[in-house]
């Protein structure tokens, strides 16, 4: 018999309500649910075919210890005994701030509290962070700057479609995510004026009234200065009542987004209220993560300087998340491999296992209760839709075993009484210990704050890049931002769908006429740092002037850009747009 | 055909009837949503009457469901061992499919056992009996009646099983075939002949039900499938129309006429299986080939084989009908809002140039 349980997708920031169908325990299947205020019935293509990676094989089946240059799986006794005595190893050697602690936004609310818990009371450590610290830090950040932390819901997807006007920040906030995509329509279909900020496309597809070709960085300046952005931009911009959608991950650096939050915010002389805003994501629970503390305080370190610092960490604590993918630059991902102590406690085999002293087996999202909280700020509860695999263990079991093992005991507690403390103590918080709010459709929506606070109009950045008959050469973050995601590829649908992006350059058919290329040919791209070569890929779709690489070929990036650059703010490193100049060999 | 009067208080009865001998799916409510579920009691009535119905996806799931093994097998030394699951095999009845979904049926048997057939679906549909409930009403989605999907199925031209029409207090019941004979004779006793005005009766319900659909779909059908055909449309209207499309698949997913799948396969240790599942036109590795290379990789493009395939003359001739019964839910799922309402009504308005002919 199919067995249709209510629950909510666990693959992006946006959280559809859908059922996962189950037969004795194996998932075949998944249909929105209609009532949910997210999808209202539809869902995107990860979310159709999100039954597939309910039965992944690649799963880690049991804990096991790094044996030499290989494994052996051991007993869950015996791997928490070995990580207990690493820890206290640690501990007892360098001091409580020689162990990082990663938490994620493939937790939930309540495991990534636990984990806080856990990183600051039993190991007396403040170096707590995820692996958003390079995408979707920079842009909490800002926004928490902005408009005073807690933000809570700075809009909600169903308003979206009733703004008069919208500004798109990156065509992946409406391509790549459907329920917004669709309210982005249905808000032109009433006829709204969207507008698309975007500098690495050349076409704007028919329902934007406009297409501004600047990168974030850019585009509070232009919309400041330039004189060729027409008037009527700037006058949609400044409808009250305007949507600004963007994608969270690729957001660098913060500042360009207070910039462009005080820039709009003037435009349209917002004295009550502000926008609606989605800071959108490619990971389910990056707002739940962040709300949960899983960020160092003044004192701990940040991702990057745990890793970078020669007084850095010792040792790593990994929960659910493929780590060693998501650093940006080849000198981190050699710091976490030669840490003295890794653990990974996570659902599939990744590249981070690889390389972990200890591995533990955690239960899928689908097999898990517990609350995430959505880029709306909806905090919404999953519902256990498969029965977890005989030897994975709940990161709470886990937790409250190595905290005796450790030596400071943590209260085990169940979910509810988890989310009762943080009613108490996670500002925003308070009413997610409503149980019958958190089990109704809509859930438990985070009361919001919609002023900008004083002084949020930071002062425009300079780095505007100067025009010359060089390139401009950026590092998308597009497909290999969701292709370096466990959950796609173990969907064989959705890893057809996700192609690697190839190390070759994008660059526009124009430009390849004018150098003399096709496809496949070597060119040689220099900026002020070093030089690389690479194939070319004419495209349409590219602007002129543009050189377009995913930002994921880290080595190529690190000739090219040195090391990239630091957001000040954030401790995230990105690398911002450069100019280089590109010859055909 | 046979004609039979069913009172409606004897409904459950021949439920319960039923129930002994086949497992009887009837729409069913799990939160807002309604699905075709085994029943474990008398069914819900407010699902068997002349309102339309329509549980979110059709019933085509349970004879060509979202994903199913075709295959699994272990290895252990030099013994190999094959196991075709044993499907969900049990006689069953399908009780309150709808018009449209019954034609939707039909579509898929051509599909899958015409000119080869497959196994998996054919055990299952073998086993299948649809008592199919006429739409006296339809409702907001509904365009059935320009797809020749329903309301109401005629007996001369579509093939079904039992079909029950809403008269009040009692059903007027058209057996069309052998299988839903052997429903009737559960309890022959329960079964009146109908009175002579009956057939007047059931042509007048028809009438009224066919005039509750808006006017305009109906007429553009023609003209979307006379111009997909001539292949007239301009390029600029599927390109909109494809930017439009997120290539979810969710058209495809609930459409009772699509039965395009994929087969993958998992593999672990010494065993593993191999399975398929819904597949989808709209994705772009649909039809990429090992090269890379993509003949659609092009939004637009997909969208207008889609289109293609669902209404032009040349699959018409081939399959006998339009890939479409109208029961609307493209509509619900569409998070781009180009339904095959949608994407008929801008094609009749899209400007070719030869709008005098039309
Ligand atoms: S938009 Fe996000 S939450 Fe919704 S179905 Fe797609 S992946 Fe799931
Ligand atoms: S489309 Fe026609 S047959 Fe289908 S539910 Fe609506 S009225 Fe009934």
């Given at each position: 018999?199919?067995?249709?349980?209510?629950?909510?997708?666990?693959?992006?920031?946006?959280?559809?309500?859908?059922?996962?169908?189950?037969?004795?325990?194996?998932?075949?299947?998944?249909?929105?649910?209609?009532?949910?205020?997210?999808?209202?019935?539809?869902?995107?293509?990860?979310?159709?075919?999100?039954?597939?990676?309910?039965?992944?094989?690649?799963?880690?089946?049991?804990?096991?210890?790094?044996?030499?240059?290989?494994?052996?799986?051991?007993?869950?006794?015996?791997?928490?005994?070995?990580?207990?005595?690493?820890?206290?190893?640690?501990?007892?050697?360098?001091?409580?701030?020689?162990?990082?602690?990663?938490?994620?936004?493939?937790?939930?609310?309540?495991?990534?509290?636990?984990?806080?818990?856990?990183?600051?009371?039993?190991?007396?450590?403040?170096?707590?962070?995820?692996?958003?610290?390079?995408?979707?830090?920079?842009?909490?950040?800002?926004?928490?700057?902005?408009?005073?932390?807690?933000?809570?819901?700075?809009?909600?997807?169903?308003?979206?479609?009733?703004?008069?006007?919208?500004?798109?920040?990156?065509?992946?906030?409406?391509?790549?995510?459907?329920?917004?995509?669709?309210?982005?329509?249905?808000?032109?279909?009433?006829?709204?004026?969207?507008?698309?900020?975007?500098?690495?496309?050349?076409?704007?597809?028919?329902?934007?009234?406009?297409?501004?070709?600047?990168?974030?960085?850019?585009?509070?300046?232009?919309?400041?200065?330039?004189?060729?952005?027409?008037?009527?931009?700037?006058?949609?911009?400044?409808?009250?009542?305007?949507?600004?959608?963007?994608?969270?991950?690729?957001?660098?650096?913060?500042?360009?987004?207070?910039?462009?939050?005080?820039?709009?915010?003037?435009?349209?002389?917002?004295?009550?209220?502000?926008p609606e805003i989605l800071p959108l994501s490619r990971a389910p629970n990056l707002r739940?993560?962040?709300?949960?503390?899983?960020?160092?305080?003044?004192?701990?370190?940040?991702?990057?300087?745990?890793?970078?610092?020669?007084?850095?960490?010792?040792?790593?604590?990994?929960?659910?998340?493929?780590?060693?993918?998501?650093?940006?630059?080849?000198?981190?991902?050699?710091r976490l491999k030669s840490l003295e102590f890794v653990l990974v406690a996570d659902r599939?085999?990744?590249?981070?296992?690889?390389?972990?002293?200890?591995?533990?087996?955690?239960?899928?999202?689908?097999?898990?209760?517990?609350?995430?909280?959505?880029?709306?700020?909806?905090?919404?509860?999953?519902?256990?839709?498969?029965?977890?695999?005989?030897?994975?263990?709940?990161?709470?079991?886990?937790?409250?075993?190595?905290?005796?093992?450790?030596?400071?005991?943590?209260?085990?507690?169940?979910?509810?009484?988890?989310?009762?403390?943080?009613?108490?103590?996670?500002?925003?918080?308070?009413?997610?210990?409503?149980?019958?709010?958190?089990?109704?459709?809509?859930?438990?929506?985070?009361?919001?704050?919609?002023?900008?606070?004083?002084?949020?109009?930071?002062?425009?950045?300079?780095?505007?890049?100067?025009?010359?008959?060089?390139?401009?050469?950026?590092?998308?973050?597009?497909?290999?931002?969701?292709?370096?995601?466990?959950?796609?590829?173990?969907?064989?649908?959705l890893a057809i769908e996700y192609p690697l992006d190839p190390m070759t350059l994008c660059?526009?058919?124009?430009?390849?006429?004018?150098?003399?290329?096709?496809?496949?040919?070597?060119?040689?791209?220099?900026?002020?740092?070093?030089?690389?070569?690479?194939?070319?890929?004419?495209?349409?779709?590219?602007?002129?002037?543009?050189?377009?690489?995913?930002?994921?070929?880290?080595?190529?990036?690190?000739?090219?850009?040195?090391?990239?650059?630091?957001?000040?703010?954030?401790?995230?490193?990105?690398?911002?747009?450069?100019?280089?100049?590109?010859?055909?060999? | 055909?046979?004609?039979?009067?069913?009172?409606?208080?004897?409904?459950?009865?021949?439920?319960?009837?039923?129930?002994?001998?086949?497992?009887?799916?009837?729409?069913?409510?799990?939160?807002?949503?309604?699905?075709?579920?085994?029943?474990?009691?008398?069914?819900?009535?407010?699902?068997?009457?002349?309102?339309?119905?329509?549980?979110?996806?059709?019933?085509?799931?349970?004879?060509?469901?979202?994903?199913?093994?075709?295959?699994?097998?272990?290895?252990?030394?030099?013994?190999?061992?094959?196991?075709?699951?044993?499907?969900?095999?049990?006689?069953?009845?399908?009780?309150?499919?709808?018009?449209?979904?019954?034609?939707?049926?039909?579509?898929?048997?051509?599909?899958?056992?015409?000119?080869?057939?497959?196994?998996?679906?054919?055990?299952?549909?073998?086993?299948?009996?649809?008592?199919?409930?006429?739409?006296?009403?339809?409702?907001?989605?509904?365009?059935?009646?320009?797809?020749?999907?329903?309301?109401?199925?005629?007996?001369?031209?579509?093939?079904?099983?039992?079909?029950?029409?809403?008269?009040?207090?009692?059903?007027?019941?058209?057996?069309?075939?052998?299988?839903?004979?052997?429903?009737?004779?559960?309890?022959?006793?329960?079964?009146?002949?109908?009175?002579?005005?009956?057939?007047?009766?059931?042509?007048?319900?028809?009438?009224?039900?066919?005039?509750?659909?808006?006017?305009?779909?109906?007429?553009?059908?023609?003209?979307?499938?006379?111009?997909?055909?001539?292949?007239?449309?301009?390029?600029?209207?599927?390109?909109?129309?494809?930017?439009?499309?997120?290539?979810?698949?969710?058209?495809?997913?609930?459409?009772?006429?699509?039965?395009?799948?994929?087969?993958?396969?998992?593999?672990?240790?010494?065993?593993?299986?191999?399975?398929?599942?819904?597949?989808?036109?709209?994705?772009?590795?649909?039809?990429?080939?090992?090269?890379?290379?993509?003949?659609?990789?092009?939004?637009?493009?997909?969208?207008?084989?889609?289109?293609?395939?669902?209404?032009?003359?040349?699959?018409?001739?081939?399959?006998?009908?339009?890939?479409?019964?109208?029961?609307?839910?493209?509509?619900?799922?569409?998070?781009?809002?180009?339904?095959?309402?949608?994407?008929?009504?801008?094609?009749?308005?899209?400007?070719?140039?030869?709008?005098?002919?039309?």
């Amino acid at each position: 018999m199919i067995k249709n349980t209510p629950t909510i997708c666990s693959f992006c920031s946006n959280g559809c309500g859908m059922f996962v169908r189950s037969r004795g325990g194996e998932a075949i299947g998944v249909i929105p649910l209609t009532g949910h205020p997210v999808g209202e019935g539809r869902l995107c293509h990860r979310g159709w075919n999100r039954y597939q990676n309910l039965r992944s094989v690649n799963r880690i089946d049991r804990p096991r210890i790094r044996d030499g240059s290989g494994f052996k799986e051991v007993s869950w006794e015996k791997a928490l005994q070995k990580t207990a005595d690493r820890i206290r190893g640690l501990l007892d050697r360098y001091g409580p701030e020689s162990i990082g602690v990663i938490g994620s936004p493939w937790l939930t609310n309540e495991d990534n509290f636990r984990l806080s818990r856990f990183c600051i009371h039993v190991l007396s450590s403040k170096n707590l962070d995820g692996s958003f610290r390079f995408a979707g830090a920079s842009a909490l950040t800002a926004l928490g700057s902005a408009f005073s932390y807690p933000f809570g819901s700075l809009g909600t997807i169903p308003r979206l479609k009733e703004c008069p006007s919208i500004l798109v920040v990156g065509g992946d906030s409406h391509r790549d995510f459907s329920p917004v995509g669709s309210r982005i329509i249905q808000a032109f279909l009433r006829g709204s004026k969207v507008v698309l900020a975007d500098a690495t496309v050349a076409r704007k597809e028919h329902f934007y009234a406009a297409h501004l070709p600047y990168t974030l960085q850019q585009l509070p300046i232009a919309l400041a200065e330039k004189s060729d952005i027409l008037d009527d931009v700037q006058q949609c911009l400044s409808h009250k009542g305007l949507g600004l959608v963007f994608v969270a991950d690729q957001v660098h650096p913060a500042s360009s987004l207070i910039s462009l939050l005080g820039l709009l915010s003037r435009l349209s002389n917002l004295e009550d209220s502000f926008p609606e805003i989605l800071p959108l994501s490619r990971a389910p629970n990056l707002r739940g993560a962040w709300d949960m503390e899983i960020r160092p305080d003044e004192e701990g370190l940040n991702l990057h300087e745990m890793l970078e610092r020669d007084d850095g960490i010792k040792g790593i604590l990994i929960f659910a998340d493929d780590l060693l993918t998501h650093l940006p630059s080849e000198p981190l991902v050699e710091r976490l491999k030669s840490l003295e102590f890794v653990l990974v406690a996570d659902r599939f085999n990744t590249e981070t296992c690889r390389i972990a002293h200890c591995v533990l087996p955690l239960p899928l999202l689908a097999e898990s209760e517990g609350t995430m909280t959505n880029c709306e700020g909806r905090v919404q509860k999953l519902r256990s839709a498969l029965p977890p695999p005989a030897e994975t263990r709940s990161v709470q079991k886990i937790l409250s075993d190595l905290s005796q093992k450790v030596g400071s005991p943590l209260p085990d507690h169940v979910d509810f009484e988890v989310r009762k403390e943080m009613s108490r103590c996670v500002p925003g918080y308070q009413q997610v210990s409503d149980e019958s709010a958190l089990d109704s459709l809509p859930g438990v929506l985070l009361p919001g704050e919609k002023q900008l606070s004083a002084g949020a109009v930071f002062p425009e950045s300079a780095s505007s890049s100067s025009k010359s008959e060089t390139f401009t050469f950026v590092a998308i973050d597009t497909l290999y931002g969701w292709n370096r995601n466990q959950m796609i590829l173990e969907s064989p649908v959705l890893a057809i769908e996700y192609p690697l992006d190839p190390m070759t350059l994008c660059i526009s058919a124009a430009d390849a006429r004018a150098l003399k290329l096709r496809m496949g040919e070597t060119v040689t791209v220099r900026s002020k740092e070093g030089e690389v070569r690479l194939p070319v890929q004419p495209n349409e779709d590219v602007p002129v002037g543009m050189i377009l690489l995913a930002s994921h070929w880290k080595d190529v990036l690190d000739r090219l850009a040195g090391k990239g650059s630091v957001d000040t703010l954030t401790g995230s490193v990105y690398y911002p747009a450069l100019s280089v100049t590109v010859e055909k060999i | 055909m046979n004609q039979y009067v069913l009172l409606k208080t004897d409904l459950n009865r021949w439920v319960e009837m039923a129930r002994k001998k086949y497992r009887v799916y009837a729409p069913e409510r799990v939160q807002e949503d309604i699905f075709f579920a085994p029943l474990l009691g008398p069914p819900e009535s407010e699902f068997l009457t002349g309102l339309a119905v329509l549980p979110y996806l059709p019933p085509k799931d349970l004879v060509f469901p979202q994903s199913e093994i075709l295959f699994s097998y272990s290895r252990e030394g030099e013994k190999i061992a094959l196991t075709v699951p044993d499907q969900e095999t049990e006689a069953s009845v399908l009780l309150g499919i709808r018009s449209c979904d019954t034609v939707g049926i039909s579509w898929m048997d051509k599909f899958f056992r015409e000119n080869f057939n497959d196994t998996y679906y054919g055990r299952r549909r073998d086993n299948l009996i649809t008592v199919t409930i006429a739409c006296n009403r339809p409702i907001k989605n509904c365009f059935c009646v320009c797809c020749e999907g329903g309301p109401f199925l005629d007996p001369g031209k579509n093939s079904f099983d039992l079909q029950l029409i809403d008269m009040n207090d009692r059903y007027l019941v058209e057996c069309n075939s052998d299988q839903g004979e052997t429903l009737i004779n559960l309890d022959p006793a329960l079964f009146s002949a109908p009175p002579p005005d009956m057939e007047a009766m059931r042509n007048r319900l028809e009438e009224e039900a066919r005039s509750m659909f808006l006017p305009e779909p109906t007429s553009y059908m023609g003209t979307a499938i006379r111009r997909i055909t001539a292949d007239s449309v301009p390029s600029e209207v599927w390109t909109e129309l494809g930017e439009r499309c997120f290539d979810d698949g969710g058209c495809t997913f609930v459409c009772p006429c699509c039965s395009c799948f994929g087969v993958g396969y998992l593999a672990h240790g010494s065993g593993g299986c191999h399975y398929r599942f819904w597949d989808s036109c709209d994705y772009s590795g649909f039809t990429r080939e090992v090269s890379g290379h993509n003949p659609r990789g092009e939004k637009g493009e997909r969208f207008k084989r889609r289109f293609f395939h669902k209404l032009s003359y040349q699959y018409v001739k081939k399959d006998g009908r339009i890939g479409c019964v109208g029961c609307g839910r493209c509509i619900t799922a569409c998070p781009g809002e180009v339904g095959m309402p949608t994407v008929v009504e801008t094609i009749r308005r899209s400007d070719t140039g030869d709008s005098s002919k039309e």
